[in-house]
Every structure is written in structure tokens, then in C-alpha cells.
């Protein structure tokens, strides 16, 4: 959990430097990230399969892989099976026997309502923590996000 703190806090330093351009990419994209709600075995819906780098092996299409509790996955559309959602893992797999990075497969809308709720929760948490540095540190903190701010290039004098 604190890991994944961390993560998010690190994600969202970044988007409070570009704002804008997130919800405009998020808006137009309907791009939507969560946290898996609780550690369990998914089917895989990918066309083809999908290789476990980690495992050296190959998981064909609806073969079953484990999912751990809090494991980014970002929403695709509603799912084939009614009241459910098609959800893609949306981080590298780090541990043997787990699915494969963009591993698509299905969660009940409820499972789905969880696990945003959840990415909300620690979202905010994290939006928090980053107003609360933003105080601490005052003008530091314009000195440090300034550095990573792209550059505008200077404007030819007029005349």
C-alpha cells in the first residue's frame, strides 16, 4: 500500500505541474485508472494470448492469471458478459505467476465501482499530500517544478 502511495504521489506530481493537458487528454481519451479491489484470478481476453516475461511462458486467450489487490487497471468499455466491464492491466508484472502487462479481461460493474472508488480515495489522499508539500516548502516548491516545466522558446524582438 505504501508503495503504491508513493506511485500515485509521484503520477500526480506530474499532473499538477500539466493540469490542463491531462483532463483534456483524459476527457477526449475517456481515459478512467483503478486499483484491483481485492487479490484474484481474471480470465484473459486478449486475441492471441499474452507472453509472461517474468515466467517465460505464454497464457492463451482464456486461460486464467492472478491479478493482486491494488494492481493499476484502466477501464476499456463495457465488457461482452451484461453487468460486467472489460478493464486492462495497466502496469509491468513484477512477480511470478501474475498476468502479463495489458492483460485484458473482465470485472462485475460493482467489483469495477470498488476499485475506482478506491483510485479516487488515494487520488485525492495524494492531491492532499501534495498541497501540504506545495505549503511546507513555499517558494522552494516553484524552484524545484519550475526546472521540470517545459521551456518556451523566446520570442523574436519586434520591431
Excluded at 492469471?65 to 509491468?92: F, N, Q, W
Excluded at 513484477?94 to 465501482?113: I, K, Q, R, V
Amino acid at each position: 500500500m505504501e508503495t503504491t502511495l508513493k506511485s500515485l504521489l509521484v503520477a500526480l506530481s506530474f499532473l499538477a505541474l500539466a493540469p490542463a493537458a491531462y483532463a483534456a487528454e483524459s476527457a477526449e481519451n475517456g481515459v478512467e485508472l483503478a486499483f484491483m479491489p481485492s487479490a484474484m484470478d481474471v480470465t484473459l481476453l486478449n486475441e492471441g494470448g499474452k507472453y509472461v516475461a517474468i515466467d517465460l511462458k505464454k497464457i492463451a486467450k482464456g486461460e486464467k492469471c492472478h491479478m493482486e489487490k491494488d494492481s493499476v487497471i484502466m477501464k476499456i468499455g463495457p465488457g461482452a458478459t451484461p453487468g460486467s466491464t472489460l478493464v486492462r492491466y495497466a502496469a509491468p508484472n513484477l512477480s511470478h505467476g501474475g498476468c502479463p502487462f495489458m492483460t485484458e479481461f473482465e470485472l462485475s460493474n460493482a467489483d469495477y465501482s470498488a476499485a475506482r472508488a478506491e483510485y479516487n480515495a488515494k487520488a485525492e489522499e495524494a492531491s492532499k499530500k501534495i498541497d501540504d508539500l506545495k505549503k511546507q516548502l513555499g517558494d522552494k516548491w516553484n524552484e524545484l517544478t519550475k526546472s521540470a516545466e517545459p521551456q518556451k522558446e523566446a520570442e523574436p524582438p519586434k520591431n
